[in-house]
């Protein structure tokens, strides 16, 4: 079965690559507990900023397009990030019920 809206996520970040904009592609890989995205889901970001798709929500989709800036200005080529976050402080960064997930960055090249 195929998804459009992960479709639609690498369409445009074919069309951001086109454009010679740098592109980091972040995937949920594990996820343990509560978690508002399951494994598998996707989201871009560019070297301006700018992205689409969703790996959580909250506070941590903002600390992933961080990561995701960082990345686009070191060697490596990806790297994986993890969220774990106990009961108390887990509505502070979005993930409800002390949810953990595991999300790994790629730079995605022509």
Known sequence: MNNT???KILDEAHQWIEQ???VILATVIQTWGSSPRPVGSLMIVNDSGDFSGSVSGGCVEGEVV???LDL???KNDF???D???SNESA???GLACGGEIAI???KLKK
């Open 66 to 68: 961080r990561q995701c």
């Open 79 to 81: 790297k994986k990030i």
């Open 91 to 93: 509505w502070n960064v």
């Open 104 to 106: 790994f960055l790629e």
């Open 72 to 74: 686009l200005n070191d």
């Open 83 to 85: 969220f774990k976050v």
């Open 5 to 7: 809206f992960d479709e």
């Open 20 to 22: 010679n904009k740098k």
